[in-house]
């Protein structure tokens, strides 16, 4: 690019020390140094002045701050898989290409998933707070008895890569696979997991031991487990959410937990992010629930590897081609 004055590439908060050298060598790029989240005049000011976005799951892109966009604009190159965050329709009106960086975070979210499958019913995080208070007084036969998830069903909530790559783990745990999908997945992936369609949501829910939440959050799905669903659910069933808050209807799960009509959930995410439910804080030290703060996909290597897909879509664009990871209205 010698000669030519650089694209600017306004990121909106701090991204891994590689992706950032990387980009400053290829582009002009105005990083988020300081890593507070850009305020709405801020995000404003950067659809009018890049070339190139590239903004985080933690920003609000909407038809307003894209209503400010001048043509200068071309490319909205998203750190994130999930573009729920992003109206993408309204950028592509407006010729903005928008990408996102699928398939990096799906191990990793799969892991986080696993671990607090096994994290309630196990209750490992009220076992290792009992150590460090200094409270045990040894081990007894009765003490800290759980459940074994072995034999146990699991119903899945979308069953797309995240979904499967959590059937696979929990299979191999001894776990019943059930789940719910737009549609099934091919004969040859069911027989490997011994997984079981349903396309009744509803009839699921009221079957299961555990439920997962691992579909996407789009306006179809938004209170997918809703009030009515929720009611639905076991008494002595578990939720697992590692997708989005806004799946669940949050206020109706906490008073379900609370009058024991659902044994406990474990959350890695929250309706009103970073805002929770203030209830969740006081089930979570009565421990009915685990509460984690966004770290599903949370990995040096996931977040590098996000990091690459941005260049590489960054980089395909400028050179006048398809960036392979566009996200386009019609996929969501």
Known sequence: MSGKKKPLIVVTRKLPDSTETRMRELFDTRLNIDDVPMTKAQLIDAVQNADVLVPTVSDEIDAD??????????????????????DVAAAVA??????NTPKVLTEDTADMTMALILAVPRR????????TSGDWAGWSPTWMLGHRIGGKRLGIIGMGRIGQALARRAHAFGMQIHYHNR??????????????????????LARMDFISVNCPHTPATYHLLSARRLKLIRKDAYIINTARGEIIDE????????????AGAALDVFEHEPAVHPKLARLAKANKVVLLPHMGSATIEGR?????????????????????????????
């Open 124 to 131: 490992l995080i009220e076992g290792a707070a009992i150590l």
């Open 183 to 204: 549609r099934p997945v091919s004969p040859a992936i069911e027989e490997e997991l011994g997984a079981t369609y349903w396309e009744s949501l509803d009839q699921m």
């Open 94 to 99: 407006r010729g903005i290409t928008v990408t």
């Open 251 to 262: 206020a109706t799960l906490v008073k379900l937990i609370e009058d024991g009509e659902i």
């Open 304 to 332: 590098v590897d996000m990091g690459e897909k941005v260049i590489i879509n960054i980089r395909t664009f400028l050179d006048g081609h398809k960036p392979p990871d566009r996200v386009l209205p019609n996929m969501l």
């Open 65 to 86: 701050i894209l209503s400010h966009a001048n043509g200068k604009l071309r490319l909205i190159a998203h750190f994130g898989n999930g573009v729920d965050n992003l």
